[in-house]
């Protein structure tokens, strides 16, 4: 990979703002209704009393209201904030969602990043409440509280910065954990290039990294299955795929664009009834081939954020 001048984490896009704010409740509107049997239902009671004992620990989520001013939309969170109000508090520290779409939000956020997670754990342990009363309100074991608290231990805040929003396993920081700042960096840019989170990439990653670059440079690597001799050819082959996939993030933002423009264009052609009759008559090989290529253009992977 170039050693060259590097993103910092301020140009990766995140799906959220990177500060919680806290708001009146009654200035969260709900995109659903709650329908009647809710609060009589074995859940609301678990979230009544899981904040009544340690406060709301999972901030809801919410998108900043384009219509009205100091007004949000809420994403997620719908029964804590119905809870919020049947207690009477009246403000709420809630996630600043940049996707103002509820339907994307749900389809593609669902749930809490681990390290949004671990932040809002650091926060409630910070404020007082034990491990214990943390894994009796999100239904959790505390050994689990403590390794997510400790999640971040060991890992550089460029990093972090770069896999802020992504749904990366706890074992993935683990394999991080393993590796100095300067390969976390180069790690977590190729899981987020290759959109893989994946503990077993992580691990191939591992596999690939030079033993200089590791925290315990004298402790070799154990790979089970892979011989010294092959693992050594892995570090070469990853030094050469970080290098073509830096060329090629040179150039993807231009190609990208040109496509695009091409399949907007053919698309035109192609809804044209008079056109599509001439190239079938006339031209089939170009028909087929532009076919072809409005429908490579629409599969192709979104650009990573």
């Known amino acids: 990979m170039s050693r060259g001048k590097r993103k910092t984490p301020d140009a990766v896009a995140l799906g959220f703002e990177s500060d919680c704010v806290t708001v009146p409740v009654e200035a969260v509107l709900p995109v659903k209704a709650l329908s009647a049997s809710v609060k009589s239902s074995r859940k609301y009671r678990q979230i009544t009393a899981s904040i009544k004992e340690v406060g709301l620990v999972e901030p809801p989520v919410v998108t900043r209201s384009t219509g009205e001013e100091d007004t949000y ?40 990043a681990p390290i949004q997670e671990h932040k809002m754990i650091r926060k409630a342990i910070e404020r007082g409440v034990s491990e214990e009363k943390i894994a009796l309100a999100l239904d959790l074991n505390p050994r689990s509280i403590v390794r997510k608290a400790k999640l971040l231990d060991g890992i550089c805040e460029e990093a972090v910065g770069i896999l802020k929003d992504k749904h990366c396993a706890t074992a993935v920081f683990e394999v991080l954990r393993k590796m100095k700042a300067m390969r976390q960096i180069e790690a977590a840019e190729l899981m987020m290039n290759a959109n893989n989170y994946s503990p077993g990439y992580i691990s191939a990653i591992l596999a690939g990294t030079p033993q200089a670059q590791l925290v315990d440079t004298k402790k070799p690597k154990k790979m089970r299955g ?18 073509g996939i830096t060329s090629i993030q040179d150039s993807y933002g231009q190609d990208h664009l040109q496509l695009t423009v091409i399949k907007a264009y053919l698309g035109k052609l192609l809804g044209n009834a008079r056109i599509v009759r001439y ?10 081939e532009f076919q072809a290529i409005t429908d490579m253009a629409s599969t192709l992977p979104p650009k990573a954020e």
């Not at 010294?228 to 795929?241: D, G, Q």
């Not at 190239?279 to 087929?288: A, D, G, K, V």
């Open 73 to 112: 939309m809420l994403l997620d969170g719908h029964i804590r904030i119905e809870v919020l109000k049947d207690l009477g508090i009246e403000r709420v520290e809630c996630l600043i969602s940049t996707d103002d779409e509820a339907f994307t939000y749900n389809k593609r956020i669902s749930r809490l």
């Open 226 to 243: 892979i011989t010294p001799e092959a693992m050594a050819r892995m570090e070469r082959e990853l030094v050469r795929l970080q290098e």
């Open 279 to 288: 190239l079938m008559q006339h031209r089939p090989e170009f028909l087929t």
